[in-house]
C-alpha cells in the first residue's frame, strides 16, 4: 500500500493508560524484576477512526516492564517503559 500525496503517517493520543494493580512479580536478580500489571485503558476518538479506516486495535488490559533498583530507590527501566 503505497500513501498519496493527500494522505500522511500521523499520531495522536488516542487514550491513556494507568496502572491498577500488579498481577505478576517475578524478581530477575538483585536490581531487576519483571512486572505484570492490570491497567485501567481509557480511550478517545476512535470511533470516528474505526468508522473512517475500518477497526483499531485495542490494546491489552495488562501490561509488562521491568524495574530497577537505583539508589532513589525502584523505578521502570528506560528501554522497557519505551515498548510499554
Not at 1 to 9: D, I, S, T, V, W
Not at 66 to 81: F, H, N, P, Y
Amino acid at each position: 500500500m503505497e500513501l498519496g500525496p493527500h494522505l500522511r503517517e500521523g499520531r495522536f493520543a488516542c487514550g491513556e493508560a494507568k496502572a491498577e494493580k500488579i498481577l505478576d512479580l517475578a524478581k530477575n536478580d538483585a536490581t531487576t524484576a519483571s512486572v505484570r500489571y492490570q491497567r485501567n485503558v481509557e480511550l478517545r476518538q476512535l470511533d470516528a477512526v474505526d468508522t473512517a479506516c475500518g477497526a483499531v486495535t485495542r490494546p491489552p488490559g495488562d501490561a509488562s516492564v521491568t524495574i530497577e533498583k537505583k539508589d532513589s530507590g525502584w523505578s521502570v527501566k528506560a528501554d522497557a517503559a519505551a515498548g510499554n
